[in-house]
Every structure is written in structure tokens, then in C-alpha cells.
């Protein structure tokens, strides 16, 4: 299994082919949108789904103080309801809208708390953005898929080189 810096690294490095490709497929918003996925999938990685602190997560901290911690606290609910490395973490599309759903409730916390903000429409350009954003952070996730050694089989999640189950 890849350690969490080369994860970083395959991630980070995927950012350019990512924005290239988004420009290519869905247009020039989609560029940003995909480069920002890519280094998303930094911080919302499937790894998320594992139980303690992560050298990432320590790194968090010392940045962002009690932030760091909040956020510790609002994935570790997400990591002990799902299995390491499982189906409905690691595997692309399926783990990347699962995680992005979960961050829908944290969000949704928030627009509660500020007071139900108006929020304006999406401009056509905008939505552009978004949907290269996801195709960015899917990019991600699949890297972080492949370099695990995980594949599927019969519907479940399987490592090729080992590790746990």
C-alpha cells in the first residue's frame, strides 16, 4: 500500500493532465475546477475512512489550531461508520460521491447556523467549474485507488498485494 506523502505526491502531480483534460472534455471553466479537484483529494482522500490521526491530520492541526481538530472530529464519525479501504470509501465514483455527500452535511450545518443565506444561481460558467471539480477529485481518488493495489471482484474491494481486508 502507498504511504499518505506518496498519495500527496501522485495527487499534486495529477493536477496539470487533470486541468488539460477538464479544459478538453467539458470546457474552460472545467481547468480551474479540476486543478482545485485534484488538490481536494489531498485533504478529502478515501483514506478518511481510517481510524486515529494521520501525519496529514497532525499537519492540519498545527495550521489550522481547533479548526484542525473540528475536522478531525466531523470525519472520524465517517471512519468508524465505514470499513478501511471498503467499497464505500476507496472505490472511484462510489467513495468520491459518498465523501462529497458527507461534506454536504457539514455545509448544510453551516448554512443553518449562518441563517439560510440566499444562495444565487449557477451561472452556466459555474456549473462548468463544479462538475470539473468533481472530474478532478474522481481523478484523484482513482490514483489513490490504483496505488492501493485495490480492485474489485465479485462486487466487493480486494487487494491485490495484500494488506487488509
Known amino acids: 500500500m502507498a504511504s499518505g506523502q506518496a498519495h500527496t505526491r501522485a495527487s499534486l502531480l495529477a493536477v496539470l493532465p487533470a486541468g488539460i483534460a477538464a479544459g478538453l472534455i467539458l470546457g474552460p471553466w472545467a481547468v480551474p475546477g479540476a486543478m482545485l479537484g485534484c488538490n481536494a ?4 482522500t478515501p483514506d478518511l475512512d481510517q481510524i486515529g490521526i494521520s501525519k496529514g491530520e497532525w499537519t492540519l492541526v498545527r495550521k ?8 478531525m472530529a466531523f470525519w472520524s464519525v ?3 461508520a465505514l470499513r478501511h479501504r471498503g467499497f464505500w470509501s476507496h472505490c472511484p465514483v462510489v467513495g468520491t460521491i459518498g465523501r462529497l455527500g458527507y461534506c454536504g452535511v457539514l ?5 443553518i447556523i449562518l441563517g439560510r443565506p440566499e444562495i444565487p444561481p449557477l451561472t452556466p460558467e459555474m456549473q462548468e467549474f463544479l462538475w470539473g471539480a468533481g472530474l478532478g477529485l474522481l481523478i484523484s481518488d ?3 485507488f490504483i496505488m492501493d493495489g485495490c ?3 465479485n462486487g466487493f474491494l480486494t487487494h ?5 481486508r
Open 151 to 153: 480492485c474489485l471482484r
Open 160 to 164: 491485490r498485494r495484500g494488506g487488509d
Open 64 to 71: 489550522l489550531g481547533p479548526l484542525g481538530f473540528l475536522w
Open 107 to 111: 455545509i448544510s450545518l453551516i448554512w
Open 78 to 80: 465517517y471512519a468508524k
Open 41 to 44: 483529494g489531498v485533504l478529502l
Open 142 to 144: 482513482t490514483i489513490h
